[in-house]
Structures are given as C-alpha cells and as structure tokens.
RNA sequence: GGCCCGGUGGCAGAGUGGUUAUGCAGGGGACUGCAAAUCCCCGUACAUCGGUUCGAUUCCGGUCCGGGCCUCCA
C-alpha cells in the first residue's frame, strides 16, 4: 500500500479535509449517488461519475480494494410538490409514447454507454431501484415500527424531528426555512423539512410504475433507494458516500436521518459523505428539467472526443465549481493531442514496450481491485525522475484528489529532457492508471472524430489535397496555400508529411455550443 | 427571506503569509516554400475598501459581483 503520502479527503460532514481511514482496511466501501434515467445525462451530469471514478481509481491506487455501488433511479419522481406535480418518468414515457419502464431501459443503456466512453471503470454493482421495492418497503416498515413516520393523506412521512441533528451535514438552518418564502409541500407536515418515504397515487390516476405497500399503493420516496441498497450492499456502516453538492442539503440530510432511525442510533451510514461541484455555463447550472443542457453525443457531434472531456473535467478540483466553454474544450483538446504525439513520439524511441504497455489497461479487469500489482509491475526498477514522479503523482492525488497538480506533472514529465522513453512512458502508464486518460493505448488519430454537422466528403478532400499536390509540385504556392486555407475554413486541418499530404476533421468552430 | 460557496494573468485553472503551478491562446527565434509538428526564449495575475503583520493574493471584517441549496436535480 502506497502510504508515504496519507490520503486525505474532504469530508462535508464537518466541511474539512481529514485522513482517511477505512472501516476494513482490505476493503472500502464506497456507494456513489447515481443518475435518474428518464433523459440523457447532461455533461454536468458526467462530471459526478468522473468524479466517483476518481476517487475509486486513486483509493485502488492507495492499495485498497473497493467495493463501488452506483445506483440508477429509475423510479418515477415528482417534478413539483405533492399531487400537484407530474412524475418525471411518466412526462417521459408520454413525451415519447413509450412505456415507462422503456424510457427507463433506454436513458440506463445510454448512460452506461456515456460512463464507458468516458473510460469510467465499472462499478462493483449497479443497482437500479425498482430491483429493490420489496427491501425498501421493508425498511420503512421498520422506520414505521419504530415510530419514525406519519401518515398524510398522501403518503408516509418521515418525522425529522425524530433523529438527531437533523440537517448537520448540510448545515441546515432549520428555523430559517420555516420562515422561508419557498418551503412548499403539505402545509400539515410536522416539519418543514419532513419528507416522504411512500408516495400514494393519485385517487384518480394510476401510474405505470406503482407498488402495494402498508400505506397504500404508490412508490417509494426518492431518499429511501439510497439509503436501502448502500445498507444492503455495503452495510450499515461503510466508508464513503459520494454525491453533487445538491444532494448536500436535502437527499444525503434525509438519506442520512432513514439510517439513523432504521439503525436506531445516531450513525449516520458513511463515515465520508463528498460532494463534486456543479459545472456550470454563463447562465448557471446545467438543468435536466428544464431541458437545456448538453450531452456528451452532442460533445461527440462537434467532433470533440470524450477524453477531451474528460481531461476538461480532470483539470480543475472536484471542489470547484468549473464553467464550460467551447473555447476551453478546444483548448483541452489541443492539450491532449499534443500529449499524444509526444507519447508517440516515446514510444518511436522507447525500443520494444509490448512486453508490459498493456499493464496500463488491465485496471479494467477487475470490479474494484487494488492495482498495487499494475504500479509495481509498471514501476519495477524505476529510478531518478520518472520514479519521482510517481511520488509527485502519489503526493498530488492523495491531497484530496489534485488531478490538477497531477496533470501539472503529467505534462512535465511527458516532455522531461535527457530521460529515458521507456521509463517516461512507465511512469506515465501509471498515471493513466489513476487518471484513466489512456494516453498510452490511444493514438493521436483516435482523437480526431468527424463532426455530424461536417458536410463535405472525404473524396473530395482527396481531390483537393491531389489538386495542392500538383500545384507544390509546380511551385504555384499561392494556389497551393488557397487550397489549404478554403479547406481549414470547411473543418479540415491538413498537414504536410514525408508520407505525403494528411488531412483531419477539426472540431466544428462554432462561437460557442448552444443548448439543445 | 434564510443558509452555503466562490471571485487568480487573454482563457481555463492550481497554489501560497515573503521565492508566485500547469495547459490553451499570444509574442520572438530555430526548422519549414508557407503551414503543421518539434525545439529554445518571453507573461510578477491574484474583485474592491479597510484591518492584523516587518511583509497579504494568501488571515479578519465591510462592499460589489457570481454560483448553489431551501422543490425533482450531479
């Protein structure tokens, strides 16, 4: 286990960074809040699972073996407050004349799709909530037996008042939001941050998805997936519980008082709760309700690639609230591909690395284990700089994951002088390792990706590019550099090779990505 | 209205009580017909006003601006 540097990690509960100790030192537990399936994951989204994945990558880095639970919503939520609201899922199913669960199926196919692009390595399980009613009505059954809810007209309530130290991890000011203009909901709770456990359907209208249950047929409310399955999958204590900063206040609160009624004590479930950031656009938050957002196929449609996006995301601290442009994605971009020539340029010079550069991958083959034997393999007689550079690597993510500081040393040794290629492009192998960047596995023209809006077609780029050849050939530069420049303006950067002419897609130059 | 969190060079974004990352963009040079790629060189920025201090971008307070939560939300 790597512990010349102790990992630290931010705790919201208590808002301070703090050593990290597990539970089972031979294996974390660590349950990450998951997506609601009723639309595509915007990139804000994305930022969450990114995050998680971090944070998994740099534990099984540390030496630990990681349990890793995501959990997929997908049962219907309301949109507003109690009867006056619409289900999520149901405005889906109806907007798209599919039946729920279809809407369901189809958002968790794309979202898995989205985490694999994104090199987000598999969690332990996924568990989506409607594999779990039953545990969750039984849960509340015993948060009924033990005095914990009440019943509205419609549904179970959970009685805050009932736990202690309601709202410490969000810092809730309890007496603040009674006065509040905003707090909504059944104006007879007891509390105003009481929440539901089980919502009743409708007298008059039947959902798709709806459940038997001792308070009437309905659903369960949304905290109650969270709390049931991180319990029964890894206990009623485990080591960290990761979120958005939204879940801050009220889900991970609520999350937090079901665990401490159903436990009868005053545990509050994780030991760790983190929370990532919001990345945001000059208008504020990306918003899956309202509609607006991005998603990483449109990222794909404008020909940028999703390790682009996701060494955007690496770049600045979880902590951070991080603004999305168009110009620092392209500039991202940029980065990444420089980094990529320069690996292969390594890799010209590094002799033969067949023998050990597919250690760098096999972090996937595994649901959660250690990778002490892929770094050690890969930093196997290291010495000098490349091996202090692990060290830097080791400093910088055990600080409350520094991917910035990482990749601030990830640049400087991918271009260090006087060093040796192959030693470079092991210590590099295990930064990918931690990062998940896949320099080593990807090529520089892996990043080039046609964007969907590109009209003109490869044929006739050919001929151009035949049409520049012959005119070089004849000493016409001016009409050689005319051809070059009418087809940067299409999209089509070209470049002038020993082999010959090359061409590549160029992510469409738009002033800036517009919301859907 | 209440609570929480930020404001760093052209852009993104680390970090720090005194030596001030990294990337992109930009400028100069080498190379190249010109580009691209590569190599060398170049940037004292820390919202604002006070305070503490020998010294503050870093600590404290006010102001202004931005963001989040209080309702489903990563």
Known sequence: MTQ??????????GREVQDFQPIDPRNVRVYSCGPTVYNYAHIGNLRAYVFADTLRRVLTFKGYNVTHVINITDVGHLTSDADEGEDKMEVAASREKKSIWDIAAHYTAVFKDDVRRLNILEPSHWTPATAHIQEMIAFARDLDQ????????????FDTARVPDYGKLGLLDLEGQEAGARVAGPGDKRNPA???VWRKSPENSRRQMEWHSPWGVGAPGWHLECSVMSMKYLGERFDIHTGGIDHRQVHHCNEIAQNQGYTRSEKTGANWWMHNEFLIMRDGKMSKSSGKFLTLGSLIDQGIHPAVYRLFLLGASYRSSLEFTWDALVGVRASLRRMLLRVEDLKARAGDTSQ???LATEDHYSSGGSLSYLVERLTDGLTGKP????????AAVSNDLGTPVALAHLNELLFAKKTDPADVLR??????LVLGLNLLTMSP????IRPAGQTIDEAEIEARLA????????KDFARSDAIRDELEAMGVGIMDTPQGTLFEWLPLAATDIKPE
């Open 356 to 358: 050990w550069i597919k």
């Open 387 to 394: 091996a202090d550079y692990i060290d830097k690597l080791d």
């Open 146 to 157: 033990g005095g914990y809810l009440y019943e509205l007209e419609d549904g179970a309530y």
């Open 467 to 474: 049409e520049r050849t012959e005119a070089r050939k004849a």
């Open 427 to 432: 210590a590099a192998a295990v930064y990918d």
């Open 4 to 13: 010349k540097h102790p990992l630290r990690l931010f705790n919201s509960l």
């Open 445 to 448: 023209r892996d990043l080039v």
């Open 194 to 196: 009481d929440f539901a």
